[in-house]
């Protein structure tokens, strides 16, 4: 029986895609190093950033680059961030249905809480574990494991709901069953279809709703 659903934020609930792509494209002109292609950008998605700013530019002290990404996207942050078409609605829905409903992000907390205020979600969270809450991340099994923790949720009643690779298998090494949303970018049909992909994919939001009827009938 299923009765807890743990998000990622990034490129899950919330399309930051574009300003995520943008404020790597500022740091590698800021350090003057040239750009790769938006889809290596796109590989990056759901790891913590650190990890992945220390990969790209291992000539500069990763603090370095993190704040130069850090201070261009919170200039913009705030007005550009959206919701996916309904992922709002299927979270309070959820919430509505009696489910257990948390947020795992590899995402720091300030911007976090800053998107999710803006949807107006944060009364139909019961969890909210950010990079700040954890020692080891994506896809490590920690961020899902405490968000089990903080919900009181068992690993096989769960669904992991994620974008990227980062998040299937952080929530596979938790025991927990991942759902691939198709509007990933950093996700390629090789990996969704190989032996260590998602469990399930969704076209659209609501289609969890379906999923969930069908897992708990």
């Not at 220390?54 to 704040?67: I, L, R, T």
């Not at 995402?107 to 009364?123: A, D, E, Q, S, W």
């Not at 968000?147 to 709901?161: C, P, R, V, Y």
């Amino acid at each position: 029986m299923i009765d807890t659903i743990i998000f990622d934020f990034d490129g899950t609930v919330a399309d930051t895609n574009g300003m995520v792509i943008n404020s790597w494209f500022h740091t590698y002109e800021t350090l003057g190093v040239e750009k790769p292609s938006r889809e290596e950008i796109c590989r990056t998605f759901g790891e913590p950033l650190s990890i992945s700013m220390e990969k790209a530019f291992p000539n500069v002290p990763v603090n370095e680059s993190v704040d130069i990404y850090r201070v261009h996207m919170e200039k913009i942050f705030e007005d550009e961030i959206e919701p996916f078409p309904g992922t709002v609605e299927l979270i309070k829905e959820l919430k509505n249905r009696g489910f257990k409903v948390g947020i795992a992000t590899s995402r720091v907390r300030n911007t976090t809480m800053i998107g999710l205020n803006k949807f107006g979600i944060v009364p139909y969270l019961d969890a909210i574990v950010t990079v700040e809450d954890t020692t080891k991340h994506k896809p490590d099994p920690e961020p899902v494991l405490i968000s089990l923790d903080k919900l009181g949720a068992k690993a096989e009643e769960a669904l992991m709901i994620g974008d990227s690779m980062f998040d299937i298998r952080c929530a596979h090494n938790a025991g927990v069953k991942a759902v691939l949303v198709s509007w990933a970018l950093a996700v390629n049909e090789e990996e969704k279809n190989g032996p260590e992909g998602p469990d399930y994919c969704i076209e659209k939001a609501e289609d969890l709703l379906t999923l969930l009827e069908k897992e708990n009938a």
